[in-house]
């Protein structure tokens, strides 16, 4: 799947790293301050899911979110207001909790040692990805990702979120690449559809929140692995 390819873009959340049970935990705890009722990992990651794809066109996606759940749960506090608060209760997770996925580093080492150009493309926010880039201790102890990675587009980077293939068209003007030259990495349905719409090679790679996708992910995806672990084997 590499033959021909020069530049290996990869998603962030939910593909490189453990992350998408981190943030169900942390909008539990926030709906839970905002006054909400229990909710479970489930209905928050529908939840969740769901408006961020209703709001992917918006300018920021995840005030929107933020203000959405404010709504729901009856809270007096502004949108601003509740997104720093999730973030606030998110540091403890992003710095101490959140790790490479299993042989996620080992490939990311493998690609760098045999010529390739790595990027990361994402719909975290800079703040997030600077706390990975800068403090998060797993992965520095691992993998840096200024020591592996040439290029990482954020939320800030676009004006429209996966799955508009925006951010994957920045990387190919950054690297002057043909579609044809690039290979992405996804773990979700937004992602690979992003992909497609750019006219690039993806391999979805499975991630247990993305299960309510799988066929579709599977459907229109190049290819499809269970882990970093498979392009080893």
């Known amino acids: 799947m590499l033959k021909n390819k020069k530049v290996i873009i990869f998603d962030m959340d939910g593909t490189l790293i453990d992350s998408v049970g981190v ?43 933020c203000r959405t759940l404010g709504e729901k749960c009856g809270s007096n506090l502004t949108s601003e207001e509740i997104h720093d608060l999730r973030y606030e209760i998110a540091d403890e997770y992003l710095v101490n909790v ?5 042989f996620a580093e080992k490939y990311i080492k493998y690609l760098r040692e045999n010529g390739y150009i790595l990027a990361i493309a994402t719909t975290t926010r800079r703040k997030n990805m600077d706390i990975y880039r800068l403090k998060n201790k797993n992965i520095n102890s691992k993998a840096p990702i200024d020591e592996y990675f040439s290029l990482v587009l954020c939320r800030e980077d676009v004006a429209k979120i996966k799955p508009d293939p925006e951010v994957f068209l920045k990387v190919l003007a950054e690297y002057v690449a043909d579609a044809s030259e690039c290979i992405i990495f996804e773990d979700s349905l937004v992602g690979v559809l992003a992909a497609n719409a750019a006219g690039i090679d993806v391999v979805a790679v499975y991630d247990k929140y993305s299960e309510g996708d799988r066929i579709d992910i599977e459907e229109f995806a190049n290819y499809y692995i269970n882990g970093f672990k498979d392009v080893f084997s």
Do not use: H, T
């Open 23 to 65: 943030w169900n935990l942390v909008d539990i705890e926030l709906i839970k301050r905002l006054g909400g009722d229990e909710m479970n990992e489930e209905i928050v990651q529908l939840q969740r899911d769901s408006l961020l794809k209703e709001y992917s066109s918006f300018a920021q996606p995840y005030i929107e979110y």
């Open 98 to 102: 959140i790790d490479y996925k299993p």
